[in-house]
């Protein structure tokens, strides 16, 4: 049976029934359609670049112009709900965002334009806020400081609660409220003496205090601490460690420890 040109192109043969009939007419495109072909063909121009030097078809207004990251999420003691905003469109920094009371309306944005709520604890991060009552207790991203902020006024100004000490040479993460003590509890990595080798505790400071204070060391001895968790009456808290050269999902260990009288 004769194959007309357009049947030639899709005919498949099984290997071992080829021979020399199978080729008895070649296996050509008329020459009209090889023609329209490549009449419409186009080619790229190819450009010769050195390494590093190619134009990327990433650019920096692609990247920017990406959408924004819903991160962590809490919920105050009134059911307010909030969360964390990651906005590409200035330059990647974290809002705290409260969502709107009444329907139609915008969500707030608590966190002011100067201030990233983000911690680097422990490289990875780690919880970077924690409301309490009327307050937010976050990290900054610039200065890893630990600051205080009303969440019922989007105008009010963050106050710092840890020292600066010139660079982020001291981190907070996983922070919790200790309404017995009165007092946040908090995972502290401190670089001030070896910055290769940072220094892990638990620690805490008294949030009513006006004035910037040192926090006070709690738990230490180990090489990394996460996770500090309170009992609803105070008198214990219940945390996670573990040491080098593990990693945490190698060997890690739940402590739980009884406070003392002052704490």
């Known amino acids: ?6 049947a030639t192109l899709t005919r ?13 007419r070649p296996f050509l495109v008329k020459p009209h359609c090889r023609k329209r072909r490549l009449t419409t063909m ?15 078809p990433i650019t920096a207004d692609f990247v920017s112009g990406a959408e924004k990251r819903l991160g962590a999420t809490a919920v105050d003691d009134h059911g307010h709900l909030f969360w964390l905003e990651s906005r590409p469109l200035e330059s990647g920094r974290s809002v705290l965002v409260k969502a709107p009371e009444k329907p139609g309306d915008e969500p707030i944005d608590i966190t002011p334009k100067e201030f990233s709520v983000r911690t680097v604890a422990q490289e990875y991060g780690g919880g970077a ?8 207790i976050f990290s ?23 020292l600066d000490y010139g660079v982020p040479s001291v981190c907070y993460a996983d922070g919790v409220f200790d309404s017995h003590f009165n007092r946040y509890v908090t995972v502290m990595e401190d670089r001030r003496e070896d910055h290769l080798n940072a220094t892990t505790t638990i620690a805490s400071l008294d949030i009513n205090e006006h004035n910037i204070q040192e926090p006070r060391v709690l738990v ?9 968790r309170l009992d609803p009456k105070g008198e214990r808290m219940a945390w996670i460690e573990w040491g080098h050269p593990n990693m945490p999902w190698d060997k890690s260990e739940l402590w739980v420890g009884y406070f003392s009288e002052n704490g």
């Not at 049976?1 to 357009?6: K, N, T």
């Not at 498949?12 to 008895?24: G, T």
């Not at 186009?42 to 990327?56: D, F, L, N, Q, R």
């Not at 806020?129 to 937010?136: A, M, N, Q």
């Open 129 to 136: 806020f924690r409301i309490v009552g009327d307050t937010v």
């Open 12 to 24: 498949r043969y099984p290997i071992n029934s080829l021979s020399s009939s199978s080729f008895s």
């Open 140 to 162: 900054n991203y610039k200065d890893q400081r630990l600051y205080k902020q009303s969440i019922h006024f989007g105008d009010s100004s963050p106050l710092p609660l840890t």
């Open 42 to 56: 186009a080619y790229a121009e190819k450009i010769t670049a050195p390494y590093g030097s190619w134009k990327s």
């Open 1 to 6: 049976m004769a194959l007309s040109a357009a």
């Open 220 to 228: 230490s001895g180990n090489d990394f601490y996460a996770f500090p």
